[in-house]
């Protein structure tokens, strides 16, 4: 059984950090790539950023350029990703995806997901 478990959220005061971590288990991890996406309070779920199966690459969000970073540990079959200068509008249940085909950024292209953790930033 695949699973895929989120923590690290929390609250922050605006231009903070977090650092979110997803570890997987029941599926080879290194054979997938993976992801995150956020939905906000009334809106629909979108993509963060991904990252293909060594590490090797990775795609951001406009909207997160330059502030997030997105790492894996294939060794501790962990996915990373590092939120620097947070803004109100990163406030979010952010989710971590895995995907067993090439890299995406649309929700239905990915296997198997995390059930979230809360991002609040404040001002």
């Known amino acids: 059984q695949v699973q895929l478990v989120e923590s690290g959220g929390g609250s922050v005061q605006a231009g903070g950090s977090l650092r979110l971590s997803c570890a997987a288990s029941?599926?080879?991890?290194?054979?997938?790539?993976m992801a995150w996406f956020r939905q906000a309070p009334g809106k629909e779920r979108e993509f963060v950023a991904h990252?293909?199966?060594?590490?090797?690459?990775?795609y951001y969000a406009d909207s997160v350029k330059g502030r997030f970073t997105i790492s894996r540990d294939n060794a501790k079959n962990t996915v990373y990703l590092q939120m620097n200068s947070l803004k109100v509008e990163d406030t979010a249940v952010y989710y971590c995806?895995?995907?067993?085909?090439?890299?995406?950024?649309?929700?239905?292209?990915?296997?198997?997901w995390g059930q979230g953790t809360q991002v609040t930033v404040s001002s």
């Open positions: 995806a895995a995907r067993s085909g090439l890299p995406g950024t649309r929700i239905y292209e990915y296997d198997y």
């Open positions: 990252i293909t199966w060594r590490g090797g690459s990775s």
């Open positions: 029941g599926l080879t991890f290194s054979s997938y790539v």
